[in-house]
């Protein structure tokens, strides 16, 4: 079955530097691959998909790379700042099923001012 | 457009009573997930639905727990006779009707403690 890897411990910068979280997965190669944003006590927010075909996304300080190759996925956010800390969480859709989505467990970020 | 609605965000239920969780999803969608939470451990899929339909429960426990997304009206996650492990946060998300539009979008939870 599809497993998906995060870094679990977490990731301390500081202010200004750029974070670069990871995520690799294992088995078949997904569509897509999503990235969400998670705050203590709340729902998961949507950050940016990047389908298998396309290496790059970006979105204002976000980049995302997808290498297939790898089976890995990089999640940057450049000139961070205190409020983008959070816990990231990176998701793969199901073969056959691309609606249905596998979570990995995140990796905390917190940017120190 | 206002976004997932989740109710009610927190739940308490005597061991042996009924939980029933709703969600109402953003206007324009019709794929509805349900997941479960537990404090450090990472969403778990629970069960997919589109209107009138579930499409993959594989995630749902045999027994005890239901989901429903009826035509009109919110989608229910219900869970029946809970016990303690049923405490947790159950999230629910929903996908645009668009091809493609595979992103999901998340209610705030409803947080169920069994005492």
């Known amino acids: 079955s599809q497993k998906i890897e995060q870094n679990s411990e977490a990731l301390n910068i500081q202010e200004g530097k750029t974070a670069t979280l990871t995520c690799n997965y294992t088995n078949y190669s997904p569509a897509y691959l999503q990235w969400y944003r998670q705050d203590p006590g709340r729902g998961p927010v949507f950050l940016l998909l990047i389908r298998e075909n396309e290496k790059e996304k970006r979105k204002e300080r976000l980049k995302v790379t997808f290498d297939t190759t790898l089976k890995q996925s990089l999640f940057h956010i450049t000139a961070s700042q205190p409020a983008d800390s959070a816990t990231y969480l990176c998701?793969?859709?199901?073969?056959?099923?691309?609606?249905?989505?596998?979570w990995g467990l995140g990796t905390s970020l917190a940017v120190n001012p | 457009n206002a976004g997932v609605m989740q109710n009610p965000r927190h739940l308490v239920r005597r061991r042996g009573q009924e939980a029933r969780l709703r969600c109402s999803p953003m206007k324009g969608h019709s794929h509805v997930y349900w997941y479960r939470q537990l404090p450090e451990e990472g969403l778990k899929f629970m069960v997919y639905?589109?209107?009138?339909?579930?499409?993959?429960e594989s995630g749902m426990p045999k027994e005890r727990f239901s989901a429903e997304f009826p035509k009109e009206g919110p989608s229910i996650l219900r869970i029946q006779q809970v016990v303690r492990g049923d405490s947790a946060a159950y999230f629910c998300?929903?996908?645009?009707?668009?091809?493609?539009?595979?992103?999901?979008?998340f209610g705030p939870g409803t947080r169920l403690t069994v005492t």
């Open positions: 639905l589109q209107k009138e339909n579930i499409i993959d």
């Open positions: 998701a793969l859709d199901y073969a056959g099923n691309n609606r249905k989505l596998i």
């Open positions: 998300a929903s996908s645009p009707d668009l091809a493609g539009g595979y992103e999901q979008y």
